[in-house]
Nanobody, 115 residues
Framework: QVQLVESGGGLVQPGGSLRLSCAAS????????GGWYRQAPGKERELVAV???????NYANSVKGRFTISRDNGKSTLYLQMNSLKPDDTAVYYC?????????WGKGTLVTVSS
């Protein structure tokens, strides 16, 4: 069974940093491209960052300069480095990736930014 599993979420103070990971399992395919999304309470899911097969990246305006998306093909893992976190970054963070032509989503990891 193919799965994407996020990890690295938690409680952090404003200004702090977290690194999220998204690992694929149950598949022979590597994560060549994918994205991170987030959903805050009472809000719709929104795009945070994406990375393409050639390594191009794109970010939501609200996280530009603070978040960095990357991938490790050998480990079939997607990362999101989050710096200078703000309370508005509080949300459940989800990753997605297309593996073998099928789009998969993880179940999410909660990030809470609060003092």
């Amino acid at each position: 069974q193919v799965q994407l599993v996020e990890s690295g979420g938690g409680l952090v103070q404003p200004g702090g940093s977290l690194r999220l990971s998204c690992a694929a399992s149950g598949t022979i395919f590597s994560i060549n491209a994918g994205g991170w999304y987030r959903q805050a309470p009472g809000k719709e899911r929104e795009l945070v960052a994406v990375i393409t097969t050639v390594g191009s990246t794109n970010y939501a305006n609200s996280v530009k300069g603070r978040f960095t998306i990357s991938r490790d093909n050998g480990k079939s893992t997607l990362y999101l480095q989050m710096n200078s976190l703000k309370p508005d970054d509080t949300a459940v963070y989800y990753c997605n990736a297309r593996l073998g032509g099928v789009l998969y989503w993880g179940k999410g990891t909660l990030v809470t930014v609060s003092s």
